[in-house]
């Protein structure tokens, strides 16, 4: 198999799903997608949970000290945050998703074009941000096999059925931040080999969790967390991870 069969199977699960959630959602009443999108939302918080325990991780501690965690995951979310809301991360992501909108489907309306673009916002960060993305992603490039690609792919081929029931084809528009993603992780791979040890790793996770977090605020109607904001998070863990162990 070539470097990068594993976002091509994912991005494939995700349209094949997402596919079958709109064709199931025209049959379900307003009130059963909304039972649907608080499924989703209480499962996501589930899966950000258990991705932000990643601030426990023992290589992670190990690399930086115990109290060092935290901080780690703190001044990442504010650094990202100060970052991403600087360059209107969240106006540029909606916008966008307004823009695929209007290409892709004959809806005009005001709540057709705000289901559009929460749907392929939410489906977006929660199909990117894990820690089979990262992982998975590079160790496909690296030549190491795809399984952990694979097994994310069956998982967000259901994930897509169950948001595209609520949401519609905002959700398929996901796979196009998925080959973005996870096609650039690959390239990453394959260019520069193991590139994240297993503390920058976990402190990514851990982050990554959070901003799961913010999704599932977002699906509970709890608030409208810009979590687009805040994907800078991402990028700045590993570094202060790097800066903590220096200083230890």
């Known amino acids: 198999m070539f470097p990068g069969i594993g976002t091509v ?34 499962v996501t918080l589930l ?3 258990l991705s932000a325990l990643n601030v426990t991780d023992p290589a992670l501690v190990a690399h930086i000290g115990s109290s060092a965690p935290m901080l780690v995951v703190l001044g990442s979310l504010l650094v990202g945050g100060i970052v991403g809301s600087g360059l209107r991360l969240e106006e540029r992501v ?8 209007r290409r ?3 809806g005009t309306g005001t709540a ?12 977006s ?10 992982l998975g992603s590079l160790n496909d490039g690296l030549g190491r096999g795809a399984d952990e690609l694979y097994l994310k792919s069956a998982l967000d081929g259901f994930a897509a059925m169950a948001f595209a029931a609520s949401f519609g084809w905002g959700v398929a528009a996901s796979a196009i931040t998925i080959v973005v993603v996870q096609g650039g992780l690959t390239v990453v791979g394959v260019l520069l080999g193991d590139v994240l ?16 977090v913010g999704i599932a ?3 509970l109607r709890v608030r409208q967390i810009p979590v687009a904001d805040l994907l800078p998070a991402l990028v700045v863990a590993p570094f202060l991870v790097a800066v903590a162990a220096a200083v230890r």
Request: hydrophobic share 50%; with cysteine.
């Open 112 to 123: 057709e074009r705000h289901r559009f673009v929460e749907g392929f916002v939410a489906a």
């Open 47 to 49: 899966i950000a949970i």
């Open 217 to 219: 605020l977002r699906l």
């Open 197 to 212: 040890p297993d503390a920058h790793v976990a402190a990514l996770t851990a982050v990554g969790g959070l901003l799961l």
């Open 94 to 101: 909606e916008s966008l998703g307004g823009w695929l909108q």
């Open 104 to 106: 892709l489907t004959s």
């Open 125 to 134: 960060l929660l199909f990117c941000t894990g820690p089979l993305t990262i």
């Open 9 to 42: 199977v994912n991005v494939v699960t995700v349209l094949l799903g997402a596919g079958l959630g709109v064709l199931l959602g025209h049959r379900l009443s307003e009130r059963t997608r909304d039972v649907v999108t608080d499924g989703l939302g209480l």
